[in-house]
Nanobody, 127 residues
């Protein structure tokens, strides 16, 4: 049974940093793409970043490019999202998800390509 557990959210001031973790069990993490999505208050869920299987190719939404970094710790079966220079617009629930199918050199944050989701972790950016 596939399980994803996010952690690392919290309250941070504008300009601050947080590192989110997504601990994955039930699959061989290397075989699948992992995505991060967020859902700001009153808005639909949006793709933030992803890391592909095998070659760890990454993708970032324009809104986070240059500020967020996604990485994978193969030994710990965990994917991280390092978030720097946070702004009020980053306030959201953050969710990690695993791709429906294994393999793939590249990734995209298209929600229909993912099926298992974690419970989410809240990030609030406020002074």
């Amino acid at each position: 049974q596939v399980q994803l557990v996010e952690s690392g959210g919290g309250l941070v001031q504008p300009g601050g940093s947080l590192r989110l973790s997504c601990a994955v069990s039930g699959i061989t993490l290397d075989d699948f793409t992992i995505g991060w999505f967020h859902q700001p208050p009153g808005k639909e869920r949006q793709g933030v970043s992803c890391i592909s299987s095998y070659e760890d190719k990454t993708y970032y939404a324009d809104s986070v490019k240059g500020r967020f970094t996604i990485s994978r710790d193969h030994g710990k079966n965990t994917v991280y999202l390092q978030m720097n220079n946070l702004t009020h617009e980053d306030t959201a629930g953050y969710y990690c998800t695993v791709s429906k199918y294994s393999g793939g050199r590249y990734c995209a944050v298209i929600e229909s390509e993912y099926d298992k989701w974690g419970q989410g972790t809240q990030v609030t950016v406020s002074s």
